[in-house]
């Protein structure tokens, strides 16, 4: 497996599906195009967003070959997928997902304490030993519950050289602060998913930003990751804070939704929400969402987006 961590700002990739449930594996490759377009720098697939839990292993395979094959070099790829509870499982379930040839497995922090948290260097050591010959990475998934790394396990994964990617979702401008120390000379790659304290992060020395609205307005993310000491940087920080409460509202299908706004014939479905829960008032708000984006691309200088 290859080693191809770009900085910048990457989306947690929904996955599109038909009416009738199935993976929409064409709607999912122009997507992946869409994303392109908008200058995503990476795509973090087979994540929450893309509702990894409800999926099976054959269709998560299925899925992040067909993402892959879409980003066809243009971007970093990481994987995960990393559901199961037992060791076993994970790892066989890894070894499927080593074949998609993305860039980094990513591995979930919830997943790797069994029985207690002194299993987590031991369970992942076990899983780098099995899988020699890929890079790896963390995902603090808040789901089915939230277990932030400690520093000693960060300087870990840093030190251990196979370690390449973190999306971390602490939140908290101090621990971002610490762990920038904490990784510095190493090959791991800190990603904020956290909006409000993205700004903050990046003046720190994070590599990027990998988010939920990444699936929304990945450019005006961009603007801001080049433009970090520029004299609207703080107003587009809190344009992006204001703004990704969207994310509330019946997450993913109202991103969906947003996409269909924007002309794409996507189907709404999700298989982890219900798509008739999508009320009068989150509509309302989307396409609130995409007047106020064009006022600001306008503002900005950047183009209008599709």
């Known amino acids: 497996m290859g080693f191809h961590i770009n900085a910048g700002v990457w989306p947690t990739e929904i996955t599109l599906f038909n009416a009738d449930g199935s993976i929409d594996y064409a709607a999912n490759r122009e997507f992946v195009a869409r994303l392109l377009h908008m200058g995503c720098d990476g795509v973090f697939a087979i994540c ?10 054959e269709e998560k395979v299925k899925l992040a ?3 892959n094959d879409a980003v066809k070099g243009k971007a970093s790829i990481v994987v995960s997928g990393h559901t199961a509870d037992s060791l076993e499982q994970q790892i066989h379930d890894l070894k499927r997902m080593e074949d998609v040839g993305a860039d980094a497995l990513v591995l979930v922090s919830n997943r790797l304490v ?10 992942t050591e076990a ?3 099995a899988l020699p010959d890929s890079n790896f990475g963390f995902y603090e998934c808040p789901y089915p519950f939230l277990r932030l790394l400690s520093d000693e396990e960060l300087k870990w994964c840093a030190d251990s050289g196979r370690i390449k990617f973190l999306k971390d979702v602490s939140c908290n401008k101090e ?3 610490r762990r920038v120390n904490i990784v510095k000379g190493s090959e791991l790659k800190l990603f904020n998913a956290n909006t409000q304290t993205l700004l903050h992060s990046l003046r720190e020395g994070y590599y990027g930003y ?4 990444g699936n929304f307005h ?7 990751f080049q433009n970090i000491h520029h004299e609207k940087a703080e107003y587009v920080q809190q344009w992006l804070s204001q703004t990704c409460e969207i994310e509330k509202y019946l997450y993913p299908v109202c991103c969906k939704y947003y996409l269909q706004l924007k002309g794409y014939p996507f189907s709404i479905h999700t298989r982890s929400k219900n798509a008739s829960d999508l009320t009068l008032e989150t509509k309302k708000m989307v396409a609130d969402l995409i007047c106020q984006e064009t006022e600001l691309r306008q503002e900005l200088g950047l183009a209008v987006q599709q």
Request: net charge negative; charged share 20%; hydrophobic share 50%.
């Open 127 to 129: 899983i780098l030993n």
């Open 48 to 57: 929450q967003s893309s509702e990894m839990f409800f999926l099976n292993i």
């Open 218 to 224: 990945i450019d005006i993310y961009k603007w801001l």
């Open 65 to 67: 070959k067909a993402v």
């Open 210 to 213: 990998n988010g939920v609205m």
């Open 175 to 177: 621990i971002e602060s």
């Open 114 to 123: 069994l029985e207690n948290d002194s299993d987590f260097i031991k369970n």
